[in-house]
């Protein structure tokens, strides 16, 4: 009797190894990263037209890793990006009814360069919020692209073209005399003949080098405004499934979205008898609990869970869970600021 026990106990630990994690996405419902003064109604846009030194290739691009020249550029291709980007950015912030008024100065600050890029005196922001009769001020701090074309191979089986935008924003409170952010944001638009199922579609045409410039653009003043208001995004969790009948047929039910089934089947594992298997139920049912939207009860089982992980001194296991904790604490402060916003 007991060298049956010994040997279900090894079996349990060496199925442990064998341990395969796979992710889940979901959506959630975040809140705007960018905490904006509730009495700011008005809004300016500004261009802060600052180039690093090193910033020169505006006019080249990349074919086949060759870098290039562009012909026929205007001259201007640069203000003309800007103004689509903050455009788009002004779109989309009144379409989510950000502020009453959005006013846009693309011409304010003349181009200047250096190897460093300040923030903007006070002095200055507050001009300029005064003559738009602004309570809020949001700087295109400087703004660069590249682009790159890419000819069919055997490493490549279709023509390809890509634009990388990089950005620096900041978010100036005039009322506070306060920078509320500097971010740096940097964004990759990739063309291809394939479609979002994977399908190649021989005759799909590629935008040209200016109009891909001009969609990417539009893309970075809308990806920045996604940090103003609530919107659903989409994030990975992750759950295990070691090599037993009862994890796999929970697996089959977690692609289907039965968490009710999935956790009928983790629970047989969940109590302290199964050893180290029980950390893999425990943390598994904390996230069928989040996806029932019933954080306090994931809450519990990630806390269970971390209790064995810790007594076993599983330092992986005990990592995994605790950046789990982190996340499930986010939430539900984002919850929390969501239901006060509401």
Known sequence: MKQAGLLAILFLLATVSCTVYKDYQ???????????PPDAQ??????????YTNDTLQHYYQDDFRLKRAKNDPENLDSVLVHMCTQELAKSLKENNMF?????FPELFMLHRGDKLPALDFNMVDQITASAQTDLMISLETYSYFYSEYSQTDELPSPSNEVI???????????ENKLLERKTMIDTVFWNSYDNLGNYKKNTQLPPRITALKIASQMAGENYAKRFFASWQTVNRMYSVPPLPDFAEADTYVQKGEWDNAILLWKRY?????????INARYNLALAYEMKDDLDTSEKWLMAAQQLAQDYRSKEDLKMILQYRNVLIKRKQEIARLSHEG
Do not use: H, L, Q
């Not at 300016?44 to 600052?50: A, D, E, G, M, T």
């Open 165 to 175: 935008t990089a950005a620096v924003w900041a978010v100036y409170d005039p009322i």
């Open 100 to 104: 009453n008024e959005i006013r846009i």
């Open 26 to 36: 979901i959506e959630v419902y975040r809140p705007g990263i960018i905490s904006v």
């Open 42 to 51: 008005n809004v300016s846009i500004v261009y802060r037209n600052f180039k």
């Open 270 to 278: 969940a109590d302290d008898s199964n050893g180290k298997m029980a």
